[in-house]
Nanobody, 112 residues
Framework: QVQIVESGGRLVQPGGSLRLSCVVSGFPFNEYTITWFRQPPGKGREFVSSILPTGGGAVYSDFASGRFTISRDNVKRTAYLQMNNLNSEDTAVYYC?????WGLGTQVTVSS
């Protein structure tokens, strides 16, 4: 059974940092690209970042470039999204996708 579980979201002040985690089971993690998406309140889901199975080839959206860092640990079957210098526009539910499967998301709220 495939499971993708995101965690690490919480309320954080503007300028703060968070690290999101995405734990995967049920398919060979080290064979698939992992992608982070987000869905801000009242808006559609948007691409954040992706990373190749080998851990290279990271791609970022314009809003994530320079502030967010994607990584993965194939032994732990976990992907990460380090987010720095957060602002209110980063408020969203953050989702992880791998092998066409989605997690349920983790809520990130940036507010003072």
């Amino acid at each position: 059974q495939v499971q993708i579980v995101e965690s690490g979201g919480r309320l954080v002040q503007p300028g703060g940092s968070l690290r999101l985690s995405c734990v995967v089971s049920g398919f060979p993690f080290n064979e698939y690209t992992i992608t982070w998406f987000r869905q801000p309140p009242g808006k559609g889901r948007e691409f954040v970042s992706s990373i190749l199975p080998t851990g290279g080839g990271a791609v970022y959206s314009d809003f994530a470039s320079g502030r967010f860092t994607i990584s993965r640990d194939n032994v732990k079957r976990t992907a990460y999204l380090q987010m720095n210098n957060l602002n209110s526009e980063d408020t969203a539910v953050y989702y992880c996708r791998g092998n066409e499967y989605w997690g349920l998301g983790t809520q990130v709220t940036v507010s003072s």
